[in-house]
């Protein structure tokens, strides 16, 4: 068990790029979630997976946001036409089981800068 | 929905002390569960400890203790014998029991002083 992992650590990209974030969960963990944290403020709630469906989205997830878990497995994080104000730390989080008191472990994140 | 406030954005203690990190609440479910991480300098989160609503008794984990109070909705973090590693941002956060989102705090910056 080598926790949640994501990749890349880091990515700075100009405004109007496309930018993709993998996170690899804890294996067995059969949901995964998706938070974004800004500078000085506690994570926000994006979405989240059950096994491969997509079962809560935030409404803080524009149109520009899609994330998928095909396979149940990794999950991808995808933003299209970045802007500025998309620059935090996207953070991944998987759990066992169904339950929502179930232990969510994070992973190191994925900090995006755009300029 | 469900807020979570953090009104101390710093605290400070000296090492081999004890202190309070305060934590309040909202929300509308009578089931739900609250939760202290602890996020250190560029590493990731960890929990320190969980609270489920029904319980009535506070939880302790080792060093690290809550102060409960449901009718409050007050969740305050103690941690006793502080050491230089318990040095970190603390997230209070809480989740209801039909949900699945964990909703943060603002977080507060904890410095153990030698």
């Known amino acids: 068990d080598t926790g949640v992992s994501q990749d890349p650590r880091h990515k700075i990209t100009k405004r109007g790029q496309n930018v993709t974030f993998r996170c690899d969960p804890i294996s067995e963990h059969n949901r995964l979630y998706w938070y974004r944290q800004t500078l000085g403020q506690g994570p926000e709630f994006l979405t989240y997976f059950q096994n491969e469906a997509q079962l809560e989205k935030s409404r803080l997830l524009s149109d520009r946001f899609s994330a998928e878990r095909p396979k149940g497995s990794f999950s991808t994080l995808e933003i299209q036409r970045t802007e500025q104000g998309d620059s935090a730390m996207y953070l991944c989080?998987?759990?066992?089981?169904?339950?929502?008191?179930?232990?969510?472990?994070f992973g190191p994140g994925t900090r995006l800068t755009v300029l | 929905a469900q807020t979570v406030t953090q009104s101390q954005p710093e605290m400070s203690v000296q090492e081999a002390e004890t202190v309070t990190l305060s934590c309040t609440y909202d929300?509308?479910?009578?089931?739900?569960?609250l939760f202290w991480y602890k996020q250190p300098p560029s590493r990731q989160m960890i929990l320190v400890i969980r609270q489920e609503a029904y319980k009535q008794q506070n939880a302790t984990e080792n060093r690290f203790s809550v102060n409960f109070q449901k009718a409050a909705k007050s969740f305050s973090l103690k941690i006793s014998d502080s050491q230089l590693g318990d040095a970190a941002m603390y997230f209070c956060a809480c989740t209801e029991t039909s949900g699945s989102r964990l909703t943060f705090g603002e977080g507060t910056q904890l410095t153990v002083n030698p």
């Open positions: 929300t509308s479910e009578s089931d739900y569960y």
């Open positions: 989080a998987s759990s066992q089981g169904t339950f929502t008191y179930n232990e969510q472990f």
